[in-house]
């Protein structure tokens, strides 16, 4: 099946750095979705995205739709402890066709 | 509180029990899913129900037996499990299958012994 590349596996940071992961996949999507996954927790919606070239900002995330539509990236700014987790990215090609994950990012940060 | 509630939370059951883990949604939505999460791995899509009808087997094995009464409840009944079937399984829910995104519930973590 359709494969997304999710990159980094994991990241430990310092509370206060920013942090940045991505999203690669050799076709093209029209949507883009970041989720959050927390211990004994599901993945909760972060930040959506519908357009190429979109740049989505909740709070300190930010989230871009690759102008290429292949790709997709996820910005922390200024991260703090609370912020570890695993971040997933999904995609869905074309309209009718199902949503595919990223194998996730865990984020750990260090107060 | 979550839109999406999943029970239990957690089971635990030999290979010859039957057993049924249970998802509500309370979005008003119409597409329901089930999910397989395995540590390290993406998650796998099992089952979609869409408007009450069954829209996609992900080539799931037949001792995976899901249940749709209505838009809100979706089941998924279990029987003669396997070691390897021992995963958090997700549910989820989304307005309908063409309207994303979809919302998650919190899981079932499912041990087989």
């Known amino acids: 099946g359709q494969q997304l590349n999710q990159s980094p596996q994991s990241m430990f940071i310092q509370e206060g750095e920013d942090v940045s992961m991505n999203c690669t996949s050799s076709s093209i999507f029209n949507t883009w979705l970041w989720y959050k996954q927390e211990p004994g927790e599901g993945p909760v919606l972060l930040i959506a995205?519908?357009?190429?070239?979109e740049l989505t900002s909740n709070g300190r995330l930010t989230a871009q739709f690759g102008i290429t539509r292949k790709d997709s990236f996820l910005n922390i700014s200024a991260s703090i402890p609370s912020d570890v987790g695993i971040y997933f990215c999904a995609g869905r090609k074309t309209s009718g066709s199902r949503l595919t994950f990223g194998e996730g990012t865990q984020l750990t940060v260090n107060p | 509180e979550t839109g999406v509630t999943q029970t239990p939370r957690h089971l635990v059951m030999g290979m010859t029990n039957k057993k049924s883990l249970k998802c509500e949604q309370h979005l008003g939505h119409n597409a329901m899913y089930w999910y397989k999460q395995s540590a390290k791995k993406p998650l796998e899509l099992m089952f979609v129900y869409n408007f009450k009808e069954q829209t996609e087997n992900n080539s799931v094995p037949s001792r995976f037996s899901p249940e749709c009464p209505n838009s809100s409840h979706l089941f998924l009944h279990l029987h003669t499990l396997q070691p390897e079937d021992s995963a958090l399984y997700l549910c989820?829910?989304?307005?309908?299958?063409?309207?994303?995104?979809?919302?998650f519930g919190d899981g079932t973590r499912l041990s087989i012994l």
């Open positions: 989820a829910s989304s307005q309908d299958e063409e309207v994303q995104p979809q919302h």
């Open positions: 995205l519908y357009k190429a070239g």
